[in-house]
């Protein structure tokens, strides 16, 4: 507005001045006077020009203006457009980025939990192997002892001698230890006969024992259920697999155990036994 009111007063003292010189031509060159042309006339006469002027140019001016405020309408839409669908693809690049990292994260969480459970589960694997192989060797072991426990003596694979065919039995009592320890290893008393026997509070047996053909020479045999559990009588007849362990005499021990007081002081021939058979 201040612009549009420049521009006619300016066009206004232009007019003016046209007109006033126009007028002091005529009039000194043409000797032409306009006397009706005063200055009021003359001012009026430039302002409407002016305003003639100005309203044409505005109009030219408005109709140049809209098409600059189209194009530069246009280019600001496009501009907005342009950071509009640029700050889309930014808003929408960076939602693709945070989804696409928390899959990344949510799938690095699986793969950690996968791993993690087949981890636990190789070790519980281990675990349970090794006390299922624990339990399998205690049940082995175990069973091995109950066969080692139950199973029957085998005979000892030795290859025993008969004693009466190394010894006298009649004067074996009055060798000396070291004839008997020397002859005396690995030998079988076979079908002795029981003279007497005992068992003490330890339930070991004390048993004396002689050869059918020589009924005063004693053997004395001391031992436990380990080696026999079943009954021995006055009528049984004994087979012992062993050594011979020196020389001795039925003793308070013996006596105490249930063999008779009259054996009291007897020589006799002591037996380390390795098997025992009893035929009743």
């Known amino acids: 507005m201040i612009y549009d009111i420049s521009v006619i007063t300016m066009l206004t003292l232009f007019l003016f001045s046209f007109v006033v010189l126009i007028r002091w031509i ?22 409407l020009s002016g305003l003639l002027i100005v309203g044409l140019g505005y109009q030219f001016r408005t109709s140049a203006q809209k098409r600059m405020d189209e194009q530069s309408e246009s280019k600001a839409a496009i501009e907005s457009s342009k950071k509009a669908r640029a700050k889309s693809e930014s808003k ?35 675990e349970s192997s090794k006390k299922a192989r624990a339990k ?12 080692a426990k139950t199973k029957k003596p085998k005979q000892p694979k030795q290859q025993y001698k008969n004693i009466e065919t190394i010894f006298n039995m009649h004067s074996i009592k009055y060798l000396s230890n070291r004839r008997i320890f020397a002859k005396g290893a690995g030998v079988v008393l076979r079908n ?32 436990g259920d380990d080696l026999y559990k079943g009954r021995i009588t006055y009528d049984s007849r004994i087979t012992v697999f062993g050594s011979l362990n020196g020389k001795s005499r039925i003793n308070d021990s013996q006596i105490n155990s249930g063999i008779a007081q009259r054996y009291a002081g007897k020589r006799v021939i002591l037996v380390l036994i390795d098997k025992i058979q009893v035929k009743n």
């Open 92 to 126: 929408a690049a960076i939602e693709s980025s945070k989804k696409a990292r928390a899959k990344s994260e949510s799938k690095a969480a699986i793969e950690s939990s996968k791993k993690a459970r087949a981890k636990s589960e190789s070790k519980a694997a281990i």
């Open 192 to 223: 002795f006969k029981v003279i007497d026997f005992g068992a003490d509070k330890m339930k070991q047996y004390h048993v004396l024992i002689a050869p059918k053909n020589a009924s005063h020479t004693y053997f004395l045999l001391v031992f």
């Open 26 to 47: 005529l009039k000194k060159f043409f000797k032409i006077n306009i006397p009706n042309l005063s200055r009021i006339r003359i001012v009026v006469v430039s302002l």
């Open 136 to 147: 399998s060797e205690s049940k082995a072991t175990i069973e091995s002892s109950k066969k």
